[in-house]
Structures are given as C-alpha cells and as structure tokens.
C-alpha cells in the first residue's frame, strides 16, 4: 500500500500549476535619491539574502513595472514565491538602507510607494486574489473573467451532485416482508 | 485542460467502463455517469489547482463516493460497484493527470 501511495505521489504530483500573480510597481519617482531592486526570487522563506546561492534577479525596478509571476511549477513548493526587495541609496555605493519580502502566492499585489523615511520605503501594498485561468472550451483559451469561469466549475459541481442526492431521496427503497 | 474536455473524457470513460457490469440497466448507467462525472471532474480541477490536498485520497475518495452511488441508485451489489468505481475512476484519473501534466 506504502509502494503504491508513493507510485501515486510520484505522479500525481507533476505540473501541479497554481494561479499567476501579478505585481505592479507604482510611484518610485517619489524615491529620486534611492532605487528600488529586486534581488531574489525565490522558493523558500528561509532563503536569505545573503547565503542563498542562487540569486536569480537583481533587477533595478523603474515605475510602472509590472511582472507576472509563479506561473506555476512542477510540483506545489516551487510554486511557492518570495520576493526580496532591497532599498539602496542611488550614489556609486548604492548602500542598502532597507529591505523586505513579499508572498506572492495566490495574490495580486499593487504596490504604491509614496517616499521615503529615515532610509526606510514608505508603501501601501494592495492585495487581490489570483484566479487561475481555466478554460471552458478549448485549451488554449485563456479568454473571459477567471473568476466568473471558475465559479462555472463550482455551479457544474454543485448541480450534479443535486442531481445525485435527489436520486439518492428518491431512490426506490425495497421493503422487507415478512 | 478545458472543462469540456474533461467532462467528456469522464462521461465516455465511465460509460464505457461500467457497461459490461450494468449493460441490462444501461440507461440508468449512463445517467449516473453523467452526474458522477458533472460532480467530480470539476471538482478535481479546482482541488487539483487551488489546493495542497493528496491527490492519492482524493482517488480513493471519489472510488468510494462513486461505489456508494452505483449501490445505491444501480444495483445493491457492493463488489460489483467497488470493481466497476474502481476500474472506471482508475482510468478516469490517468485521462485526468494526461490532461493537465
């Protein structure tokens, strides 16, 4: 049983995608003096900035910038995303004065920057749910409100299990006689 | 995979699967798979992308669910029903696992 249950895990676990979500970056010309950078993109929370070997961005983000990320993975866990944000002072040291991390799991963020304190972001962050774009019709359809598609999949459920449970009542129930 | 195509894939597969066990109520058969495969195809497209849950209980689960519909509302033969839920779901999730690996 042990054997099988791992079989199935095996399998089952492979391109298990999630929903996109989308970050936009809006009023980083209110920080003249500093820029913003994303410096990793990763997995793990316990991923740090300075021993994770594998940085895979250190991009300087401009205003306006928007980026879709955890567009799925080949299991759950690396669909997983955290952001680490750096603030560093635009002169040739490009010091870092603060930094923070963002969970983009199944959430849209916007953020708004509005300045900058004592070397420290000042951001409002507004978050919505990602839907995951499932089709209707054909596969390569990504058309149409993710949301109101998905709640098509909940009411299709929803009515044929109904439909069973009103079989279920009116079932023909056989009588014992003696 | 779309859900048109899902729900196609599970109709056939169930209809097919479980004609040679209730082929003298074939038309009862056939509804049951319709509804079954309405409940569960969708069902595990949304558990399948929105949630973290064991895929290997949620097979076991819906063979039950569909053993305990077949007893019930085809013919009270429980292992005509776990053979014939077991067969068709078993199919059914690899058509499943095709479609959205």
Redesign the interface.
């Known amino acids: 049983m042990a054997n099988l ?1 791992a079989l ?2 095996a ?9 996109a979500a989308e970050i936009t970056f809006k009023g980083l010309n209110n920080v003249p003096n500093h820029k913003l950078l994303l410096v990793q993109y990763s997995y793990q929370s316990g991923d740090t900035l300075l021993k994770s070997p594998f940085i895979s961005y250190r991009d300087t983000l401009t205003d306006g910038r928007s980026f879709v990320i955890q567009n799925g993975g080949r299991r ?1 866990d690396e669909s997983d995303r955290y952001l680490h944000f750096v603030l560093a002072k635009n002169d040739s040291t490009g010091t870092v004065t603060d930094s923070f991390t963002i969970y983009m799991k199944k959430w849209n963020y916007k953020m708004v920057v509005t300045g900058e304190k004592n070397g420290k972001l000042q951001y409002t962050l507004k978050k919505s749910k990602a839907y ?1 774009n ?6 390569d ?1 990504n058309e149409g409100n993710n949301k109101t598609i ?1 709640f ?3 009411a ?2 929803l ?3 109904v ?2 449970l009103l ?2 009542l009116k ?1 023909k129930k ?1 009588t014992i006689t003696s | 995979m779309s859900l048109i195509s899902t729900l196609i894939g599970f109709i056939i597969i169930k209809l097919l699967l479980q004609l040679p066990f209730y082929y003298k109520s074939w038309r009862q058969s056939a509804l049951l798979a319709l509804l079954t495969s309405l409940f569960v195809a969708p069902l595990l497209t949304l558990l399948y992308h929105e949630t973290e849950v064991d895929f290997f209980s949620v097979y076991v689960a819906i063979i039950v669910f569909d053993a305990i519909a077949l007893y019930f509302l085809l013919q009270p033969n429980i292992w005509k029903a776990a053979f014939a839920a077991f067969l068709a779901n078993t199919i059914s999730i690899v058509f499943f696992f095709i479609g959205n690996g």
């Open positions: 249950a199935a895990d399998g089952f676990s492979i391109r298990r995608r999630t929903a759950w995951f499932y089709n209707l019709i054909g596969d359809n998905r098509i999949f909940i299709c459920s009515l044929g299990f439909f069973l079989l279920f079932r056989s």
